[in-house]
């Protein structure tokens, strides 16, 4: 499975953006998904995740309240709506998918639980 992620630009401190991620291969509703960013000189961070039917959402604490997973599995793709966003959200921002695994929901939030990955989409916040 080949991901592209898109979505990612330059915008203010407050602002909202959505990234979206499309996966080369139409049996991606069968993967789980996942956001990682990587910020410069920063190791990849976990962001968000979801299941495969989309029942399940999971984030990193500090994004919670803030960022939405979501995904349309008619359309094939998984989204992230990022509200106020802030100077350290600025990082590259990267989806991934994992085939199902019985104990994906237990270690979600870590790189190793995605087979595959996208290219990064930048997103940069001014103050």
């Known amino acids: 499975v080949q991901l592209r992620a898109s979505g990612g630009g330059l915008v203010q401190t407050g602002d909202s953006l959505t990234l979206s991620c499309a996966p080369s291969?139409?049996?991606?509703?069968?993967?789980?998904a996942g956001w990682f960013r990587q910020g410069s000189g920063n190791r990849r961070e976990f962001v968000a995740a979801i299941s495969v039917g989309g029942a399940r959402t999971y984030y990193a604490p500090s994004e919670k309240v803030r960022f939405i997973i979501s995904r349309d599995n008619e359309k094939n793709m998984v989204y992230l709506r990022m509200n106020n966003l802030k100077p350290g959200d600025t990082a590259d921002y990267f989806c991934?998918?994992?085939?199902?695994?019985?104990?994906?929901?237990?270690?979600?939030?870590?790189?190793?639980?995605?087979?595959?990955w996208g290219q990064g989409t930048q997103v940069t916040v001014s103050s």
């Open positions: 291969d139409c049996t991606f509703r069968r993967y789980a």
């Open positions: 991934a998918a994992a085939p199902y695994r019985s104990d994906w929901n237990g270690y979600y939030y870590e790189t190793t639980a995605y087979d595959y």
